[in-house]
């Protein structure tokens, strides 16, 4: 079946380090990808996505690359801000599918 | 405009007792899910709603476990005679339209089952 595995955390950077949090996924089909971010005492939000291979999502500064190859949908961020606290959760949807499947979460924290 | 609420935001429930709780989507989004998110893990799926039809509950834990939507609008999660594997937070979420599309979730619903 179809699923996420993300890497575990917590992460702890300090301010304008490097981020990487890895995921990886196994499905049956095409799916697409997404990155959604929880910020402390609120709901997921969306991040940013990619729909099909060799794709790019973006935004805030983080990107991630959908790499069929590799089955892999890694999160990066070139200089991360304390704002930037959160956790993350690599999700996946089959096709047309309704059905979300997501990560257990990487919990980050950025200190100044 | 408003998000996606959901009440109470916490519960506590003694087991064996039923709860109810209440999702308001996005005005207007015809899609409305819900999952269930352990403590430490992903939220994992439980029911689709596609305005008020419930076209998929494969994800349901068991049949203690009822979901509804009569109206199309604002659903309600009920779980009967709780037991302490209950205990998560409920999210639900909304989107626009049927199928693919951006989900939209709200806060959630911390359940503790005693």
């Known amino acids: 079946g179809d699923s996420v595995t993300q890497m575990e955390g917590p992460v702890t950077l300090s301010e304008e380090a490097f981020l990487t949090i890895n995921c990886t996924y196994t499905a049956t089909g095409y799916p697409s990808l997404f990155w959604y971010v929880q910020y402390p005492g609120e709901g997921l939000q969306l991040l940013l996505k990619?729909?099909?291979?060799?794709d790019k999502g973006s935004n805030k500064g983080f990107e991630a690359t959908y790499r069929k190859e590799t089955t892999s949908f890694h999160l990066e961020k070139g200089s991360v801000q304390v704002s930037d606290s959160a956790v993350y959760f690599c999700a996946l949807r089959e096709g047309t599918g309704n059905q979300f499947y997501f990560g257990t979460g990487t919990s980050l924290t950025v200190i100044p | 405009g408003a998000g996606v609420s959901q009440s109470p935001r916490y519960k506590v429930a003694k087991r064996g007792q039923d709860v109810a709780l209440r999702c308001d989507p996005i005005?207007?989004?015809?899609?409305l899910f819900w999952y269930q998110q352990a403590l430490g893990q992903g939220p994992e799926f439980l029911t689709y709603f596609q305005n008020e039809a419930q076209l998929d509950k494969s994800g349901l834990p068991s049949d203690r476990f009822f979901a509804e939507r009569p109206e199309g609008s604002v659903s309600t999660l009920k779980i009967q005679r709780t037991q302490q594997e209950d205990s998560a937070v409920y999210l639900c979420a909304s989107s626009l339209l049927w199928g693919p599309g951006e989900q939209f979730f709200g806060p959630g619903t911390r359940l503790t089952v005693l």
């Open positions: 005005s207007g989004h015809v899609s």
């Open positions: 990619a729909t099909k291979a060799d």
